[in-house]
């Protein structure tokens, strides 16, 4: 089975934001997350998901496809509250089980995996070590400012596990989320993470880093003694405070191809390709962006904002989300993956191909001056055709006329 690797260490801003999730987008966050998380299993396997969710710039680029504000910590908190929901009830299906989450769910984490190795045979004494101490190798080994607030663990039927938490820092207003995997982690204490995932803000203590062995040696008397090295970050990016999706924070090419294969009508033959029968150009752009989700490569994560375009944000950015295509992509990706079950994969791959045509598309596509605004204005004065709401409320038909870029 094939499996594609998520491993680096990258860092980038992740602005705190606050509130909760509307009922109307938690629901259905739990339900694409469900289908997702099943298709990933169906075609690459347990461990290939966990790689996944140990890659930071895939989780965001999945929580900003299921309609959170891209760039903010707040899609960790309620990514994993999805998947928990989504995916916890079906463990004897799909083997994954999510234990955790934040504030004082977090602290019940050992009694849930205890409770699970009661119940499938696992080595619970040794999970719930490996969950305590990587909570407490962010909390302590690493003095980074940030105080953990949010711990998920995930395990699968064989014991492979991972770990998404994410600490708080509220002298700057700014979170930080570590990743955790246990098939590439080789130490506790030496370079165990995949992912920090956060704003650089100068040096850190890490006595988790390979290169602060002469400290570690000395740790039982490190009250009387300075650390011997202050370890900088490793290799920063940074993730914008500006709440709005701007062209510098996608890469255009690889959103205008998506544009391109749902809305222009000299693609090719794409209707026999997809055998997706009735399927509309907006459902499709959706839709091919979260197959990009499942069978993308992690090179094509590197701009997650990209993702907000599949189904629209909950504070309206870039749009607002559209419940309708939200609904029609929950529904073809679910009865593709039942069918799958059954042996009939042609709309399973159908959808699969999606990311094949687009990726053939970008090679020759170059982005047309001014158009991502145009889109964006677009995509907000068609949202009350399609369902259209944010936190604030329901999409109403705009004053004028409307744009017709395609």
């Not at 990726?359 to 001056?369: A, C, M, N, R």
Request: charged letters at 25%; a neutral charge.
């Amino acid at each position: 089975m094939p499996k594609l690797y998520f491993n680096s260490t990258r860092y980038a801003d992740l602005p705190l934001h606050y509130g909760r999730v509307p009922p109307w987008l938690a629901q259905r966050m739990a339900k694409l997350g469900g289908a997702i998380v099943e298709s990933i299993v169906i075609e690459y396997g347990r461990s290939s998901l966990l790689q996944r969710l140990s890659d930071p710039f895939w989780f965001q680029a999945l929580g900003a496809a299921m309609g959170m504000d891209w760039h903010s910590s707040g899609i960790t908190t309620s990514v994993m509250g999805a998947l928990k929901r989504a995916v916890n009830p079906r463990f004897n299906d799909l083997g994954i089980y999510i234990c955790g989450g934040k504030g004082k769910h977090s602290r019940n984490t050992p009694q849930e995996l205890l409770s699970l190795a009661d119940r499938t045979g696992l080595n619970g004494d040794e999970l719930v070590r490996s969950s305590r101490l990587s909570a407490k190798v962010d909390n302590t080994a690493i003095q980074d400012g940030f105080q953990i607030y949010l711990h998920s663990f995930l395990v699968t039927n064989q014991g492979e596990w991972a770990v998404v938490q994410q600490g708080m820092n509220d002298g700057t207003g700014m979170a930080r989320r570590y990743h955790w995997h246990s098939e590439q982690m080789k130490s506790y204490i030496e370079d165990p993470h995949t992912s920090i995932y956060g704003r650089n803000q100068g040096e850190i203590l890490n006595l988790t880093a390979a290169g602060a062995q002469p400290t570690k040696a000395g740790i039982l008397d490190i009250a009387k003694e300075d650390p011997a090295r202050m370890l900088p970050e490793i290799r920063r990016i940074v993730m914008p405070t500006h709440h709005d999706v701007r062209a510098e924070d996608v890469d255009l090419k690889r959103l205008g191809s998506v544009l391109a294969l749902a809305h222009e009508k000299e693609v090719g033959d794409f209707e026999s390709l997809l055998l997706l029968e009735g399927l509309g150009p907006r459902t499709l752009q959706s839709l091919t962006l979260v197959s990009e989700i499942i069978h993308g490569t992690p090179s094509r994560f590197t701009d997650p904002a990209r993702f907000s375009f599949a189904h629209g944000g909950k504070d309206g950015h870039p749009f607002p989300v559209l419940t309708t295509v939200y609904d029609e992509t929950i529904h073809h990706l679910k009865t593709s993956v039942e069918k799958a079950k059954i042996g009939d994969r042609e709309k399973f791959d159908a959808l699969k191909n999606l990311t094949l045509v687009a990726q053939h598309l970008e090679k020759g596509f170059e982005p047309v001056p001014d158009a991502f605004d145009q889109v964006i204005e677009k995509e907000r004065a068609e949202a009350h055709k399609y369902g259209g709401r944010t936190v604030f409320g329901k999409s109403k038909p705009p004053n004028g006329s409307q744009l017709n870029l395609f």
